[in-house]
């Protein structure tokens, strides 16, 4: 089948680089399934403004480019399966002895806990494949990513969302690499792999969970009797890691170095909630005092049968930034409960809990 549409476009998973800004091999790298990316290059110019007796416009040989870098979003729904790859990059839990898949011997389910980590010397690869309308597909490669902010947003009756944004040091495609001295070509189109079969994360299967005492043993945290935080309309949880982005040099041909963290993380996110009598919410509110947040999608049975496809999220440590109830008229009062997540010194800021029956 020929299609000219985007029907046919193919992403890469991320695949980890071994030096910063150079493509490793794609050969049998994951596939995913995205909804849309907003991935291209950003290339600055300079004109002179030179004046030249009798010229009355500017002059195409004093046009320069002084800058090259590339990124943008891309927009998934929560896959059960072909995660693990990006929590890597989302979290920077490379290296994490709990971060690798590790099988349930009993189901032959993997588990893996992605705890936050350093992005210095990390950084990864993907590729997009974008249909011209004649059905050829053309490769666009991005070299020296990192993923800058990730947001899980589930809404009432959707499937859950997840949006990344990526900055990158190079977009290889076309003609040419312009310019690019660590990549000496365009890397060809990888042969497409339909991602493994294993759905995808709803708000149905979702629930959100306050309260509780939270411990560490090993670098895992964990939190035991939580409770519902009530009928939850809608969730959503953001991280933003701040990124030096204007790592500029002579000598680099107008590509950046790799871009360091350069100001305090974020964890942030709110949830509509309807108002219960218990007021648990606008306690935590007035009093500014933190509570755990425990968010989990629990998809179905995996292996045989006693393991599910799981993603928990875990913020130990949360503030409530909310408000007091509102009455806007005679529908069910609701209240908007927007909080930040900070670091307690002894847990995992953030931690993610993934379930699925990949092996790698």
Not at 31 to 55: M, R, Y
Not at 221 to 246: C, R
Not at 306 to 329: I, M
Request: hydrophobic residues 35%; proline residues 5%.
């Amino acid at each position: 089948m020929t299609l000219g549409s985007g029907l046919a476009t193919q992403w890469t998973s991320p695949v980890a680089e071994t030096t910063y800004g150079v493509v490793p091999s794609l050969s049998g790298a994951k596939f995913t399934a995205l909804d849309s990316d907003t991935l291209e290059l950003k290339k600055v110019t300079k004109q002179s403004s030179g004046i030249f007796a009798g010229k009355l416009y500017g002059r195409g040989a004093r046009r320069v480019v002084t800058n090259y870098t590339a990124g943008g979003g891309v927009v998934m729904d929560l896959p059960a399966r072909g995660l693990q790859q990006w929590l890597f990059p989302m979290f920077g839990s490379y290296g994490q002895s709990a971060s690798a898949l590790t099988e349930d011997s009993s189901t032959g389910a993997y588990k893996a806990i992605h705890a936050p980590g350093d992005l210095g010397g990390h950084s990864f690869c993907m590729q997009k494949g974008v249909p011209a309308i004649d059905g050829t597909i053309e490769p666009f490669t991005y070299a020296g990513c990192k993923i800058s902010e990730w947001e899980l947003a589930a809404t009432k009756s959707e499937i859950v969302k997840l949006t990344v944004t990526i900055e990158a040091r190079n977009e290889l495609a076309g003609s040419g690499v312009h310019g690019d001295t660590l990549n000496g070509s365009v890397p060809s189109l990888q042969t497409y792999s339909a991602p493994a079969s294993g759905g995808v994360f709803t708000f149905l299967e979702g629930s959100l969970y306050t309260g509780g005492t939270v411990s560490t043993s090993s670098g895992v945290t964990s939190v035991s009797s939580p409770v519902l935080a009530g009928n939850i309309e809608s969730v959503s949880m953001k991280h933003t890691v701040p990124l030096d982005l204007e790592r500029f040099a002579a000598g680099l041909a107008g590509f950046r170095n790799e871009p360091l963290q350069n100001g305090l993380r974020q964890v942030s996110g709110q949830y509509v909630v309807e108002w219960l009598s218990a007021e648990t919410a606008y306690n935590a509110f007035a009093t500014d005092t933190p509570t755990c947040l425990e968010l989990t999608f629990i998809g179905p049975a995996i292996g045989t049968g006693s393991d599910f496809s799981t993603l928990t999220l875990l913020l130990p440590q949360t503030y409530y930034d909310g408000e007091s109830p509102k009455v806007p008229g005679p529908e069910v009062v609701k209240q908007t409960v927007p909080f930040t997540t900070l670091d307690d010194d002894t847990d995992n800021v953030i931690q993610a809990t993934y379930w699925t029956l990949d092996s790698a």
